[in-house]
């Protein structure tokens, strides 16, 4: 799994960037992406360093970077995923957009909180509470999907 910068410091900022680790054992991300998360005073870079000095977030850039028209961090995370053939971990309508017209598999922040709570490593009142910090936090769930989401932790 291959992450741009925004899901680490989302789950950093909730206390649950642990939950990559117990869903994929390792996580890649490009030094771009290291450079936009590890910067001190930083939600969540504190977490996110100790996280790549123990091993389970690894540093690993792309042979090639086309230019998609995204920040560089972006860039570098999707031009790793297209090489390696792997899943991306990315938050940005934009990034979706390239992500999706270059065939790469993604997920969202949300997506890593219900693949969570699916696998039982969190239960629904914690899945309801990261959802409601998110938006509190600033990330843009509409009304209708935000509905959406909290249906699904119901139903599982």
């Keep these: 799994m291959i992450s741009n910068s925004t899901p680490l410091i989302c789950l950093a900022k909730l206390n649950q960037l642990e939950l990559l680790k117990k869903l994929f054992n390792k996580i890649t991300i490009p030094d771009f992406v290291k450079e936009e998360v590890v910067v001190a005073g930083k939600p969540g870079y504190e977490v996110i360093n100790k996280a790549i000095k123990e091993g389970w977030i690894k540093i690993e850039n792309p042979k090639e970077n086309l230019e998609l028209g995204?920040?560089?961090?972006?860039?570098?995370?999707?031009?790793l995923a297209k090489e390696?053939?792997?899943?991306?971990?990315?938050?940005?309508?934009?990034?979706?957009?390239?992500?999706?017209s270059l065939n790469i598999e993604y997920l969202r922040t949300t997506s890593i909180i219900l693949l969570s709570?699916?696998?039982?490593?969190?239960?629904?009142?914690?899945?309801?509470?990261s959802i409601q910090k998110l938006v509190e936090d600033g990330y843009y769930i509409s009304p209708g999907i935000f509905s959406e989401l909290l249906r699904a932790i119901e139903s599982m």
């Excluded at 995204?70 to 031009?79: C, H, Q, S, T």
């Excluded at 709570?117 to 509470?129: E, F, S, T, V």
């Design 84 to 100: 390696k053939r792997d899943k991306i971990l990315i938050n940005d309508a934009f990034a979706i957009k390239a992500v999706k």
């Design 117 to 129: 709570l699916k696998r039982g490593i969190i239960n629904k009142k914690q899945a309801k509470d």
């Design 70 to 79: 995204l920040g560089k961090g972006e860039n570098a995370a999707i031009n």
